[in-house]
């Protein structure tokens, strides 16, 4: 059974009549940004409009935005159960009642007929949405909402008749994520697949759900056998404790998943294995977030979506209740801070997730920020402590059908300035995610006769960290046919010292690209550069952070030119300044100094190649406050093992 209606009309708040799509379709064709709906629950006409002023209706945007409000309304239903909770005051009880008795019947409507039959080819098929997937994470939401319910209105938790309709939705989700599950791990051989941990996390929910109202259901076989919770963990989780896309966002997807189908467990009895990984897991975003708590998003995902953020936030929030992990916090109030206080009702909510107190503080784990190599995912953070900035290069492999191609990719960002992130990626829907994100010219790393970059997996060849600070040498072999890229990093005393070498068999064209994410201002003075950055963390000039200022030199002679590039993937139509900085030769080396401006009444930094030879050369650095060294970069074998540091620095 089919309609063309969208809303209940008799239900408040309304819920939207009629299948849902795919949410990665509410996207804007012209401008690739995320599209904004009138009012929730708005009639059959509803417009649908981009930033820039486009106006779309009808599908596919009808069906992206059901997806949305869908999630909204779970959202909802778990937000009133909690206010109920907090307060007791009854308005939160109907409503959250009211809107459960709502999105049932829209359920019971909209799978009458069974499966969708709208689903690409690819997709795992749900009823109620395009993608078992959003089902999933829908259904799970409203579970939760319903056990918070039951725990604090017993008598309607008894109430068989009043949570018939609930009980076959939930049976109805529990047979979509058993039949998904089984395509997937069995069909496709793709247990790791971060969609299985979320149709877990929906088996779990359900069966919780319907185990209270007297429903067979079996909790534990979702927990424990085979493609169970603690399967996935084993399976999807590297050893450096990054979900194997080494997917900022995927990562956390992931996570939350976890932690949601934990609920009511205690967390000193969890396996230890699993428990160990968790811990892990949470600890790759203390150690990749900046000292302000903004977390780069390396690989596809969103750069700024208040509802990633929400998402985030609540991985912090229940996170902390599973383990105390000293910088948690941080990310937590970062991420707080990005959203505004308005935004949080629901992860204010969330104390008492488990069922006893957090694990205590793993051993050696402290607030000490000191730079991070991720062994498995490739991701290096390079931070200065004294200066509150760091640099995270991606050094790892692909990442899968999420990953980029942009390896040794360096990414500046300060305390929570960002002067050259990671760009995310638009809604999926948009040609702009394959056709520019994840190619190579969107990222600040090496094209090579205007090609992208090949699949490859990085590799660290040298790694040291010390007193004296951070050096490290990354390659990308197999980038380009007949090239060599290196990327050689020192951070001390505040400043970063990056020299990237291309060496090809014959005379190649070579860019590598400088990609801000705010305003960049580009300097040439007798074949040497200078950048000064501004923070693009906020329009707003006043409020911004420190600059950044960068002193660029190159081997032979090369081309600084100031190119029109697109802004980080929350508004791919914004327009930025970038630069491709460029040149011919069979080897170059592009060196820069980075150190943001503390004083802006200081001098410029200055860098200079003082020798060049056949071994590699010799770089001298002044920074702004007249600290002079000189570092010796060398090309590393990348058939040698990873080992300490190159050549040191000579005052």
Known sequence: M??????????????PRGRAGWWHEYVCPVHGTELRAGAHGSVPSLAHTCPHGCVLRGEPFDGAWRVLELQRCAREVRERAHSYVETGEESHRHAARELLTACCEVYAEAVADGWTDSAASWMLRGK???????????????????????????????????????????????????????????????ERNNYTAWLICAGISSAQVLHRLGRQADVD????GPAGLWSHVDVAVHGDGWEWEASTYYHYFVLRAYLLALRGRVPAELPASQRTTLVSMLQVLVDLATDGGVVPVLHDGPYR???ALQELLEVCVLGRQLVDLPGLEHVENGTRAELGPAACTLEDQLGSWFAGPALATPHGRSLVRASVSFADAGHLVVRSAESRWQAVVDAGPHGGAHGHLAKLALYLYGDREVWQPAPGVPPYGSVLRREHYARTGAHPTVRVDGQDQAETTGRLLRWQVDEGGTRA????????DGADLQRHLVMQDGVLLDAVHVRSTTDRSVVLALRPAGHLVAEGQDGRFRTTWQDGSTSVAADRGRDLRGAHASSVATEFTWTPVRGPSDDPARVLGGVDWSGRSEEVWFVSLYEPAADPALPHPVVRIVASQAQGIDVEATTSRGHTFIHSFTPVSTEEPSSGAEQGTRP
């Open 128 to 190: 109620l949405f395009h993608q078992a997937l959003t089902e999933a994470i829908w259904g799970s939401s409203l579970a939760h909402g319903v056990l918070t319910l039951m725990d604090a209105d017993q008598r309607w938790a008894r109430s068989s008749q009043d949570l018939a309709q609930a009980a076959d939705l939930f049976a109805g989700l529990a047979s979509t994520v058993t039949e998904a599950r089984r395509v997937l791990v069995e069909d496709r051989g793709d």
């Open 2 to 15: 089919t309609t063309s209606s969208l809303v209940v009309p008799t239900s408040t708040p309304q819920v």
């Open 221 to 224: 076989a979702w927990l424990q």
């Open 473 to 480: 040498v990354t390659a990308a072999p197999g980038a380009f």
């Open 305 to 307: 979506r208040p509802q």
